[in-house]
Nanobody
Framework: QVQLVESGGGLVQPGGSLRLSCAAS????????MSWYRQAPGKEREFVAT????????NYVDSVKGRFTISRDNAKNTMYLQMNSLKPEDTAVYYC????????WGQGTQVTVSS
């Protein structure tokens, strides 16, 4: 069955960095369109970044452009989100997702940006 497991979250000071990982199994990872979403307290879940299979084309929400980088390692069936210059407004639970015949979601990993 499809499984997505996020890791790498934590508490970081403003301006700091974190790298999130999403380990995937149960589907053909290398050709699948993968994304990161986040949900802050009291807010709706929002799109953060996406990466295509094959060529690995990427797209980002405007608020993270130039600070976050999405990538994938098809040999390890793992997607990453490198987050630099973190801001308090980046605080959220971060989820990875894959769209097959429906969306599958991981359990999420908490990122807290605070001094």
């Amino acid at each position: 069955q499809v499984q997505l497991v996020e890791s790498g979250g934590g508490l970081v000071q403003p301006g700091g960095s974190l790298r999130l990982s999403c380990a995937a199994s149960g589907f053909t990872f290398s050709i699948s369109f993968m994304s990161w979403y986040r949900q802050a307290p009291g807010k709706e879940r929002e799109f953060v970044a996406t990466i295509s299979g094959g060529e690995g084309r990427t797209n980002y929400v405007d608020s993270v452009k130039g600070r976050f980088t999405i990538s994938r390692d098809n040999a390890k069936n793992t997607m990453y989100l490198q987050m630099n210059s973190l801001k308090p407004e980046d605080t959220a639970v971060y989820y990875c997702t894959v769209n097959l015949r429906r969306n599958y979601w991981g359990q999420g990993t908490q990122v807290t940006v605070s001094s």
